[in-house]
């Protein structure tokens, strides 16, 4: 029996590993950020929050807010397509940076066919410097 208590104990040491280095990825809705309260993650874990359409930059904010005082780290999805106003985005990165302790995102296209403001893909909007004045410093691509 002491042999498998030695395997069962390596097992768990691994899991917990693995668990260290995981990122989760949520939605910007309330419920979801109860859940992810309920979900006890280590400390500094990242945890990507993804915008479903008709949800607000607003929402975004307040969910980055919510992870970051929980001891995670927030990681945005940004969508180019779905900028409409250049200056309010910069606001919102400046918010995201400022009080959520941000300084990673997920650079997205988006899921829309006509981009509703400037940008039509991740590669505009990186290409905007937008990110660097902002304080972003690392940054993820879909691809």
Known sequence: MVGSNVSFDHSRARIRALVRSASLEMTARGAAVNDLAKAELPAGSR????ALPGDSANAVLATALRVHQMGLTPVPHLGARYVTEPRTFENLLRS???????DQALVIGGDVARPRGPYASSLDLLRSGVFAQSGIRRIGLAA
């Open 47 to 50: 945890v990507y929050i993804t």
């Open 96 to 102: 995201l940076v400022r009080d959520a302790g941000v």
